[in-house]
């Protein structure tokens, strides 16, 4: 099945600066590659994602970036601020249910 | 109600109960799931429902027993757990399995 590793399990930063978490996967046959937000107490909440068809994507300060020959894509966050202490969690998927995988999550803490 | 929802949020049970997690989705989605999520494992996919047919089982022990009666409902049933079964159980849908998942808040399950 598809195996998700996810780096670094804990990020600390300044806010203002960015962040960068990094994912990769197994299997060639993932399609989807989407990335979850937990606010400590909440559910995750999807920020962002992006498909096998594209590069790279971007939402204000938010961005994710895929290589699909390297197998790996990353998240980058700039100009962090406190609300965006989190556990970030990265999966990928495909047309196969089981395939659904999440990386073991990045603990992101942005200090004032 | 919107979105996902799960009942209880909260549940302590000895070993040798039998109890049962509801999950209810009001978003018309195709796709049900129950994760566990642990410190162990963060987000551990256990089962997967498409249209009310069962079409992963992540190798869950059997004192776990899902039930789908429709595409609206999934539940999951609890008997003779351990206590390393403590963990918050997470239900989440999603139209087609590769798009963004919904999750509920989840049913905190202490196991004594």
């Known amino acids: 099945g598809e195996n998700v590793e996810q780096h670094p399990s804990t990020l600390s930063v300044q806010e203002g600066d960015s962040a960068v978490i990094k994912c990769t996967y197994s299997?060639?046959?993932?399609?989807?590659f989407p990335w979850y937000k937990q606010e400590l107490g909440k559910r995750p909440q999807l920020i962002i994602d992006?498909?096998?068809?594209?590069g790279e994507k971007k939402d204000q300060r938010i961005a994710v970036t895929l290589n699909k020959t390297a197998k790996h894509f990353s998240l980058h966050i700039t100009e962090t601020q406190p609300e965006d202490s989190a556990v970030y969690f990265c999966a990928a998927s495909g047309t196969n249910a089981g395939k659904s995988t999440f990386g073991d999550g990045t603990t992101l803490t942005v200090k004032p | 109600e919107t979105g996902v929802t799960q009942t209880p949020r909260h549940l302590v049970m000895g070993m040798t109960n039998k109890k049962s997690l509801k999950c209810e989705q009001h978003?018309?989605?195709?796709?049900m799931y129950w994760y566990k999520q642990s410190a162990k494992k963060p987000l551990e996919l256990m089962f997967v429902?498409?249209?009310?047919?069962?079409?992963e089982n992540n190798s869950v022990p059997s004192r776990f027993s899902p039930e789908c009666p429709n595409s609206s409902h999934l539940f999951l049933h609890l008997h003779t757990l351990q206590p390393e079964d403590s963990a918050l159980y997470l239900c989440?849908?999603?139209?087609?399995?590769?798009?963004?998942?919904?999750f509920g808040e989840g049913s905190r399950l202490t196991v004594l």
């Open positions: 978003l018309g989605h195709n796709a």
């Open positions: 429902y498409s249209l009310e047919e069962r079409v």
């Open positions: 299997d060639s046959a993932s399609n989807y």
């Open positions: 992006i498909r096998s068809n594209v």
């Open positions: 989440a849908s999603s139209q087609d399995y590769t798009g963004e998942l919904f």
